[in-house]
């Protein structure tokens, strides 16, 4: 019996050890990439091996407009990050502690909005974009001129009341006893006192979550921003503008050579921040996904 | 008897408050509500303008023939009918028949898969952590970066990554993307490997939340490894495959980045999906009727899966 469990074990740490390489393997190739000659690139068997920082081609990189849009990545990503968690923990502190009606039905009302499929609504929300009335040209009637689109704030708009951080913080502060905002109430708290400085302390592993969460989605936006402020790149989001670097620096081509370590430095400068954020707080992740997200 | 009359006394009549102080006693009564509709309120404005009313605009749209210059004519139900006929040698039944194997595929590859690693990583083994940080590490990527990082990888000849490190093997370099065996397992793997971490990370918290105390009970009963796994930890798992179906249902039946990204539909339309179809017709052939048709049939197509999921398995397990 121990014995099998031993080989159990080896068998494991083989099937962990190998699959894991291959999950990794094609962004590690990216990354070790990112750091090699072009001559060396080519060389590699498995993974290119790094001898280089390749100072050029990061300068040349972040010259051609990385900073800007990492700056303005940065910018949506902390805005995002802001309204989601206030807008959650406002949201659902009233669906879990206040009593009054129509609860249900809002509270179902804004759980719709989680099973509908985002991407398909992306055209319908171009032309609501489109036609919003009295912005870019357009008159009262959202006629005339080319609304959001094109204008930055067109990758503001949309998402302040997100259905998904309303539930999750709902579940979690159904977990936390009302007692605990008694005493405070006796002194006369008011609400936000009550949600930030009662139950804030005692909500964080559900607010990293969401943190997490919604920097990512913003940081990894493609689609939106590709279809509403193309022509525009002073106001793409990093995942569009490296690629819309390999239009401008000419690295990419079909028949000529390949300049592959470039390449792998603009997708290395889209992907390290997700990866790190990731690294630092993926217990907190995990644990508030899996402490509120689940047991409703 | 006395103490009832004074405390009639004391109180003032209905007709000596003033409005004020009616107000304020309404307001007493009321206080909760009124807390909480005077922040619901905007929200569900909010709410409704940017997201119902695209949805109408979806539905309106879908039956007319539109393309964006001229104005929208209405065409009744015409898009749908061109959606359900053998139009171009049934096309667009084609390309919904083609999205939904490739969501199946994905979504049994995802969930078996993703059960055996996660049953793999519950053990009680040293270093599992790092295990699953490696596991859920690609879905924190941006699927648009990895699929342009793909067609580097892809490229024919030895240009691309993969012909290039195959070719050191001594095997001959494969058009891959227009290659029509291994195009859409390309496709299906790409989508898998995107998403099943996320599967992994929630059949583990699934996993972790079962009692042990039912398997002591079972092995004094003297079930064996296998039995436990059959009548313990699967239906023990109902609610999170229940969760993991639905939400992957519509994560993969939307998927975009291969058609869109690397192979523009090819080859032979194999990797044609609805999503690229919807995006292609609205915004490449400017039908905006057409696309907008195709986004209801597949957000219909949603709600029924999704209806039948919980129906099912409300009527097996009561959940």
Request: with cysteine; net charge positive; charged share 10%.
């Amino acid at each position: 019996m121990r014995k099998r469990r031993r080989i159990i074990t080896i068998l494991s740490y083989i099937f962990l050890s190998i699959t894991s390489f291959i999950m990794v393997y094609p962004v590690l190739f990216m990354a070790l990439g990112a750091f090699t000659t072009q001559d060396r690139f080519l060389e590699a068997l498995i993974l290119p091996i790094p001898n280089t920082l390749n100072p050029k081609i990061f300068k040349a990189t972040f010259d051609a407009g990385v900073w800007e849009a990492y700056r303005f990545t940065f910018i949506r990503c902390a805005f995002y990050i802001t309204v989601t968690v206030l807008v959650g923990l406002i949201g659902g502190y009233i669906f879990s502690k206040l009593r009054f009606p129509g609860k249900n039905r809002v509270f179902l009302l804004f759980l719709s909005g989680m099973v509908m499929p985002g991407v398909l609504m992306l055209v319908p929300m171009y032309l609501q974009m489109a036609w919003f009335p009295l912005v870019g040209g357009n008159n009262i009637l959202g006629q005339g001129g080319h609304g959001f689109i094109g204008e930055w704030p067109v990758l503001f708009i949309y998402g302040w009341v997100p259905p998904f951080a309303i539930f999750l913080l709902k579940q979690s502060f159904d977990m936390i006893p009302s007692e605990y905002e008694d005493a405070a109430k006796m002194d006369g708290a008011g609400m936000f006192t009550i949600i930030f400085r009662i139950y804030g302390p005692l909500l964080w592993p559900p607010i990293v979550a969401l943190i997490i969460v919604s920097f990512l989605g913003t940081w990894n936006d493609y689609l939106w921003p590709s279809m509403t402020i193309s022509g525009h790149p002073e106001y793409y989001p990093i995942a569009l503008r490296t690629q819309y670097l390999a239009v401008t620096l000419g690295e990419w081509s079909p028949v000529g050579t390949t300049n592959y370590p470039a390449i792998m430095v603009r997708s290395f400068l889209a992907t390290w921040p997700p990866a790190a954020v990731y690294f630092l707080l993926q217990r907190y992740f995990v644990q508030g996904l899996v402490a509120s997200g689940l047991k409703g | 008897m006395t103490l009832k009359t004074a405390s009639v006394a004391l109180r003032p009549r209905e007709e000596e408050l003033t409005r004020l102080q009616r107000l304020a006693r309404w307001y007493r009564r009321h206080r909760e509500a009124v807390i909480a509709w005077s922040f619901l309120t905007p929200m569900v404005i909010y709410f409704i303008i940017m997201t119902f009313v695209p949805l109408g605009f979806l539905i309106g749209i879908s039956f007319t023939e539109w393309n964006i210059i001229t104005p929208p004519r209405w065409v009744g139900s015409q898009n749908f009918k061109v959606i359900f006929s053998s139009y171009k040698n049934w096309f667009y039944l084609k390309v919904i028949g083609r999205t939904v194997l490739y969501a199946v595929a994905i979504l049994v590859l995802n969930i078996v898969g993703g059960f055996f690693v996660a049953l793999v990583l519950n053990q009680d083994l040293r270093g599992k952590g790092f295990f699953r940080t490696l596991w859920y590490l690609p879905s924190v990527f941006s699927g648009a970066v990895i699929a342009l990082l793909l067609r580097i990888y892809l490229a024919p000849s030895t240009q691309g990554v993969l012909n290039m490190i195959l070719f050191k093997f001594g095997i001959q370099p494969v058009d891959w993307t227009h290659d029509p065996f291994w195009m859409p397992i390309i496709t299906v793997l790409f989508s898998v490997w995107q998403g099943i971490g996320f599967t992994v990370i929630f059949f583990l918290a699934g996993l972790q939340a079962i009692d042990l105390n039912l398997y002591d009970a079972a092995r004094i009963d003297g079930a064996n490894d296998l039995q436990l796994l059959r009548y313990i930890t699967i239906p023990q798992m109902v609610p999170m495959l229940l969760f993991i179906s639905v939400t992957g249902m519509i994560g993969s039946m939307q998927m975009w980045e291969v058609p869109k990204l690397i192979t523009a539909g090819g080859p032979n339309d194999l990797t044609y999906t609805l999503l690229y179809s919807i995006h292609n017709d609205a915004f490449g052939a400017l039908e905006m009727g057409m696309g907008t048709a195709q986004s209801l049939v597949l957000f219909v197509m949603l709600l029924v899966f999704i209806g039948w999921q919980l129906n099912q398995y409300r009527k097996q397990y009561g959940v």
